[in-house]
């Protein structure tokens, strides 16, 4: 690891938003994309990061709705989804002894 460099790691494309993305978005995006920060960019020029430590932070001073729930919501309702695409599907059988 010693002999690697950032550019060897560092995603080449990253999820960005904008200033006026809403927090709520933000979190949707780095849960979605499985990230724990966010390029904020303006007019193509880097203006800041958004991290988790951010929201996390942010709950902090606002208290409601909380980083926590705001994920554990983000969570359930991809829960839902895939539990709705996989509902038609016929249950796991154990295989029959022969």
Not at 19 to 37: F, K, Y
Not at 44 to 59: A, K, P
Request: glycine content about 6%; overall charge negative; some cysteine.
């Amino acid at each position: 690891m010693a002999d690697r460099t950032v550019s060897d790691i560092m995603t080449v494309d990253p999820v960005t938003v904008v200033p006026e993305t809403g927090v709520t978005e933000a979190a949707q995006l780095m849960v979605d994309n499985r990230i724990g920060a966010l390029p904020v960019l303006q007019d193509g020029r880097l203006v800041g990061l958004v991290t988790e430590g951010d929201l996390i932070h942010q709950d902090v001073k606002l208290e409601f709705p909380t980083y926590i729930q705001l994920l554990d919501g983000i969570s359930c309702t991809r829960l839902r989804r895939r539990s709705s695409r996989t509902s038609s599907r016929r249950p796991w059988q154990p295989p029959s002894a022969t």
